[in-house]
């Protein structure tokens, strides 16, 4: 889903606006190469799934200098990832005003939903298997992108990824599944489906830091899973914590996104 900060231009004016195409570049790379909401839930139709099969598609993002940075420094790369039915020109504006100086990377999901994208399928509830394997399709996708972008451009550290709902699993699922490719990730209502978690309770040492933002009164993404998700990860050996916002729903609060800079700017600041 679209964070409602996003939609209305009353809340957080200078984060409404869309980011102009003309002020990043907009790129495509080449194909790269949990815990249920519960029985009742009912998400949105989406598109059919793909093969489990096929080659992961091609990602296509937009990117900004943050910060003031030249864009032939070394910088680190900051990965935004949008939730259903957004796209990243709107989505960048979470991140584009931040004073940290990096290079900021918003991919654009996979398929067409209304007037935006999608990542993968949602026609099952969240924590099933199909849907779990749809995030590890997309996730595959995006850190051949990664991986692809870091050999391109002057780069400092793993990526530092955080994303919205969907953007938020994908942030889950990049973190422990990909390893190489990231450094830290700062999911926001997200969720992680038992197929995400690590295979056989196997967690690759590498396995990094991972702090989740959710408000305890989301309905889309409940909190409880997700809490307990976090749980599950934390007996397995992996770093991972959630801060909980009382009373708010499924949307990126300004004290949400006050505390996601800041967590950012901490793991861009341990790379130094």
Partial sequence: MRPSHLRRRSA????ALLVSLTACERRAAPPGGGVAAGAGSQPPPAAPAASATAPAAAVEYIEEITGGAD???ALPIVVAIHGLGDRPESFAGLLSGADFK???IVPRGLTPYHDGYSWFPLQQALGSDDVGQGILRAAGALAATLE???AERPTRGKAVVTGFSQGGALSFALALRHPRVVGAAFPV?????AAVLPAGSAV??????????HG???????????????ATLSGLGVKASLQSYPDVGHTVSAEMRRDLVRLIRGAIDDMR
Avoid: K, N
Avoid at 189 to 193: M, R
Avoid at 216 to 230: E, L, M, S, Y
């Fill in 12 to 15: 957080w004016p200078a984060l």
């Fill in 71 to 73: 864009r032939s420094e």
């Fill in 102 to 104: 990096a290079r900021l």
């Fill in 148 to 150: 692809r972008i870091a």
């Fill in 189 to 193: 209502s997200g969720w992680v489906p």
């Fill in 204 to 213: 690759d040492p590498a396995t990094p830091a991972l702090v989740a933002l």
């Fill in 216 to 230: 305890d009164a989301d309905r889309r993404v409940p909190f409880g899973p997700t809490r307990d998700a976090i």
